[in-house]
């Protein structure tokens, strides 16, 4: 049963008192206790979480605002959660943080952290409801307001994190799944399985299995026993809603191909990237980038970059598998983060910028900055051309008029005639990519080439030059988050628990640069 969380009037944080000397109150008073109290902790509302509990019966809820708070102390200082009870329960900066005026006032055993998870998970999972994220919303935009910054230009950018899976071959995964679905049936069901299927989870049999065969065969072989799995349980309903089940069919599907007369094993080159790496996380997914190659997730944040800022802050945080392109992370996120800030500028590198990313910028009223462009720069300039939309060239970067133009509707061209006289002895003949004809000089190029070159040449000028270098510094964010925070490496395994955890990290990393930016612990700022 919901019950909101109701601070005694005897246990308020003024009356807060370990008697402690007075340097070291004072530490306490000007350090990160304080103001987690009054920021993440008195800003929380944990109304969003009632529905997750029965209006009526049962026991009363161990306090929300209490369970979220640790969730992000757990995450702002990368704690095991038995070091996390540790400290709620004994150290004194911890308790001041949530309020609570002694020790021992409010116990809490894992088993209760447990629930709270699984409780929001599983909510999130059947409403499409997410509190946490709206929570997420309402600390960052305090933060903000509280470290009075401007949100005007932000950078976008992602990074790959590890699951929490152990790598695992293709035969290794194929034998995994195999064993997970034998260890879930009850005897007299994994009795109907033929002795030779079974062969292969007996350890010293699967040793000299793989010592005798090439691996092509021990593929093949294993795919033919799941296939038969596949069909043994095909009908029997109590079977086939496991996941055990469900992911023997997926790794069958993913990992072979169907022949005129067997069932084979695909090359490597032919399973896909999305294909399950590890039972224990369907979710992650493998990329290579350059020469690194993962399995897991790709974490995707925003956060201001204005100059004029002491600090900065994470106000966006999204996660997808990793093989997710960056542009359709900034597809997905660009309206939300307009609603919540008052973005005009997002600098982002190369891989953000297309016309996808373009289109979803110009809707959104924010100017997309990337960093660089992909592909070369190329010999020849478009970008001086006088154009008129959709019907031709009206001059050349000369001014010169052309004897003839038009514009291709088909292929999105424009192309143009010149006498040849206009072009004789031109300044610009060298960047201008023109074409000498028997009769006249000719130019010729799509929209798209024009709008690069253009974006090119704006993107050169001092101004631009110095809103790209600020990109520079999210790498230094996620270094944090990682070297930290614990980022390097997910603990968790699914999609939406590593949510929830990128979000609780980047709550404990905006909360540590609101505390120096309340500090003054700015090197080089000066507050007005």
């Given amino acids: 049963m919901f019950e909101p969380f109701e601070e005694d009037k005897q246990v308020g944080f003024g009356n807060f008192d370990f008697n402690l000397p007075d340097n070291l109150k004072e530490q306490l008073n000007n350090g990160w206790p304080a103001k987690f109290y009054e920021h993440v902790f008195s800003e929380i509302d944990e109304t969003k979480f009632a529905e997750m509990y029965d209006n009526q019966y049962g026991r009363p809820n161990f306090p929300v605002k209490v369970l979220v708070s640790l969730e992000i ?49 599983d909510y999130i999972e059947e409403t499409g409801h997410d509190p946490l994220a709206e929570v997420f919303d309402d600390l960052v935009a305090n933060f903000i307001e509280v470290a009075d910054l401007d949100t005007d230009i932000q950078r976008m950018d992602s990074t790959m994190v590890k699951a929490n899976i152990k790598h695992l071959s293709r035969i290794q995964l194929m034998r995994k799944v195999l064993d997970n679905l034998v260890k879930e049936l009850p005897e007299y069901k994994s009795n109907q399985i033929h002795k030779n299927i079974l062969k292969v989870l007996d350890d010293d049999n699967f040793r000299n299995f793989l010592n005798n065969f090439e691996k092509e065969e021990i593929r093949d072989s294993l795919l033919g026993k799941l296939y038969s799995l596949k069909l043994l349980f095909k009908n029997d309903d109590k079977v086939n809603d496991t996941k055990a089940y469900q992911q023997l069919c997926r790794v069958v599907k993913e990992q072979s191909i169907e022949t005129t007369k067997q069932l084979k094993a695909k090359d490597d080159k032919d399973v896909k990237s999305s294909s399950m790496q590890n039972p224990h996380d369907e979710d992650a997914t493998y990329r290579k980038k350059g020469s690194k190659a993962q399995k897991g997730y790709s974490v995707n944040i925003s956060e201001t970059s204005n100059p004029n800022n002491p600090a900065q802050m994470i106000t966006d945080v999204s996660l997808d598998a990793n093989i997710n392109s960056d542009v359709n992370f900034l597809n997905s996120r660009l309206a939300d983060i307009n609603n919540k800030t008052d973005l005009e500028k997002l600098i982002v590198d190369g891989a953000y910028y297309g016309p996808d990313s373009k289109k979803t910028a110009q809707i959104n009223e924010t100017e997309l900055i990337p960093t660089t462009l992909t592909g070369q720069d190329p010999k020849y300039s478009t970008a001086e051309f006088k154009l008129k939309h959709k019907k031709g060239i009206l001059a050349c970067p000369m001014r010169k008029t052309p004897i003839k133009d038009k514009y291709l509707k088909s292929s999105d061209t424009y192309a143009a005639w010149f006498e040849k006289n206009d072009c004789k002895n031109c300044s610009y003949q060298d960047k201008c990519p023109v074409t000498e004809q028997k009769k006249n000089m000719t130019v010729r190029f799509k929209k798209k080439r024009y709008d690069r070159d253009c974006l090119r040449d704006k993107h050169s000028t001092d101004e631009y030059q110095l809103l790209k270098r600020l990109r520079a510094a999210v790498e230094g964010t996620f270094s944090a988050l990682k070297r930290s925070q614990g980022l390097d490496q997910f603990k968790v395994c699914g999609k939406l628990k590593v949510r929830c955890t990128s979000m609780y990290k980047a709550l404990g990393y905006n909360i540590k640069q609101l505390v120096r930016i309340l500090n003054g612990n700015i090197r080089g700022y000066i507050r007005t």
């Fill in 73 to 121: 102390m757990k995450h702002q200082f990368d704690l095991s959660d038995k070091e996390l009870l540790e400290r709620f329960h004994f150290d004194a900066r911890y308790i001041k943080a949530l309020g609570l005026n002694e020790v021992g006032q409010l116990t809490l055993g894992e088993r209760t952290l447990y629930d709270f998870r699984e409780r929001l998970l």
